[in-house]
């Protein structure tokens, strides 16, 4: 069965870190493109970050470049996200998602910043 | 950045009628543009890819048409389980953009 399961989600406060995975099984992760994709509540989806199969290329949507960091480990078929400085804004349920257009998704995983 | 817009954000129809919506890009994407359909509480599923391709497994009911800037998700005789909303997503290039969102609701 093709699946991706994120986890690492949880409330945190403003200014700290967390670190999402997503684990990948059923399909040959390293064929992929991978990405990070969110949806805060009630609202609609945005884009966060992507990585190439081999790592070569990586890119950011302009909320989050310089605070988040996408990550690869082919040998694991795992995908990573670290985010630091974390925001209120940055509430959400973040997805991963296999593919150019996004053929294979996660089930999600809730961040919730607040103090 | 390339700006998706859809159209209209809300959109009632009874069951069997069929159902239009609309994706627009503020440049062109030529047909990397894709759709997808999300229910409360579940991840977004592809129904449509290079503007025109049905995703696996998506019934012939759905079908998508444009290129460049303008798009267009057809639904013909709409069924209960088609009640969602829909984004489409440009992939011609990083940053991916979605739309806003068009909720399909029961009239």
């Known amino acids: 069965e093709v699946q991706l399961v994120e986890s690492g989600g949880g409330l945190v406060q403003p200014g700290r870190s967390l670190r999402l995975s997503c684990a990948a099984s059923?399909?040959?992760?390293?064929?992929?493109?991978m990405h990070w994709v969110r949806q805060a509540p009630g609202k609609g989806l945005e884009w966060v970050s992507g990585?190439?199969?081999?790592?070569?290329?990586?890119g950011y949507a302009d909320s989050v470049r310089g605070r988040f960091t996408t990550s690869r480990d082919n040998a694991k078929h795992s995908l990573y996200l670290q985010m630091n400085s974390l925001r209120v804004e940055d509430t959400a349920v973040y997805y991963c998602?296999?593919?150019?257009?996004?053929?294979?998704w996660g089930q999600g995983t809730m961040v919730t910043v607040s103090s | 950045e390339k700006v998706m817009t859809q159209s209209p954000a809300t959109l009632s129809v009874f069951p069997g009628e069929r159902a239009t919506l609309s994706c627009r890009a503020s440049?062109?994407?030529?047909?990397?543009l894709a759709w997808y359909q999300q229910k409360p509480g579940q991840a977004p599923r592809l129904l449509i890819y290079?503007?025109?391709t049905r995703a696996t497994g998506i019934p012939a009911r759905f079908s998508g048409s444009g290129s460049g800037t303008e798009f267009t998700l057809t639904i013909s005789s709409l069924q209960s389980e088609d009640f969602a909303v829909y984004h489409c997503?440009?992939?011609?290039?990083?940053?991916?953009?979605f739309g806003q969102g068009t909720k399909l609701e029961i009239k």
């Open positions: 998602g296999g593919g150019d257009a996004f053929d294979i």
């Open positions: 059923g399909f040959t992760f390293d064929d992929y493109a």
């Open positions: 990585i190439t199969s081999n790592s070569d290329t990586i």
């Open positions: 440049q062109s994407i030529s047909t990397n």
């Open positions: 290079g503007a025109s």
């Open positions: 997503q440009q992939y011609n290039n990083w940053p991916y953009t």
